[in-house]
């Protein structure tokens, strides 16, 4: 985050006890990594890539956007039950907020592609190999078609393809190769922090799939 964000924005970092592979950012700088997905990264360069990512979100003010588009949405909304000289009934408000909750988790792909960007010059900067973004997007994929469940969440809010890995690594590959001289990929630290991670209870069962 300190080389990421030129707003000097305060960076709030939490990890939820939940084996669900997901991480999410809010706007504001608060970021959310499920313990799950500490757990399946294979190095500290993978972890860093989806932070990365998601502080790319933050930095982009994606989450921003996607609320003002849900404001401007239920506005138009309102308007129209105006014209039509009636209120929602429960059911419909009940639809209405359920839908926007949908619209707000979903980036665009032109997001995500941003997002995915500005995590590879986060990590280079960061001192990070960036090759680990794309690592950990591997990785949930194969895990998709093992568990699907388990990764739900994830891809309900972060569209993955076999093409974005491609451009991400593309992306990778078009750096000077001495940016990438002696980054970091791995950590005894992290080793130890994910197998503490392990070693602990697992989830309460509402956490679990």
């Not at 001192?127 to 949930?140: K, N, R, S, T, V």
């Amino acid at each position: 985050a300190r080389h990421a964000d030129p707003r000097n924005l305060e960076y709030h970092f939490f990890v939820v006890n939940s084996e669900v592979v997901n991480a999410f950012a809010l706007p504001g700088g608060y970021v959310y990594v499920n313990r799950g997905l500490i757990e399946k990264a294979r190095t500290l360069s993978e972890v860093a890539g989806v932070l990365g990512h998601e502080i790319g979100h933050v930095v982009a003010r994606h989450g921003v956007e996607q609320m003002q588009r849900l404001q401007a949405a239920n506005l138009g909304l309102g308007i129209g039950y105006i014209l039509l000289g009636r209120e929602p009934t429960e059911l419909e408000r009940a639809a209405i907020d359920v839908g926007g909750g949908l619209v707000f988790l979903k980036f665009s792909r032109d997001q995500e592609r941003e997002a995915d960007s500005l995590a590879v010059e986060f990590l280079v900067r960061s001192g990070i190999h960036p090759d680990g973004l794309a690592g950990m997007f591997e990785i949930l994929l194969q895990e998709r078609e093992r568990r699907p469940g388990l990764l739900e969440q994830w891809f309900s809010s972060h569209p993955l393809t076999e093409e974005r890995i491609a451009r991400t690594r593309a992306l990778v590959a078009a750096l000077p190769p001495d940016r990438l001289q002696g980054l970091l990929r791995d950590t005894e630290t992290f080793q130890r922090v994910q197998a503490r991670l392990r070693s602990l209870p697992p989830p309460p069962p509402a956490e679990r799939r």
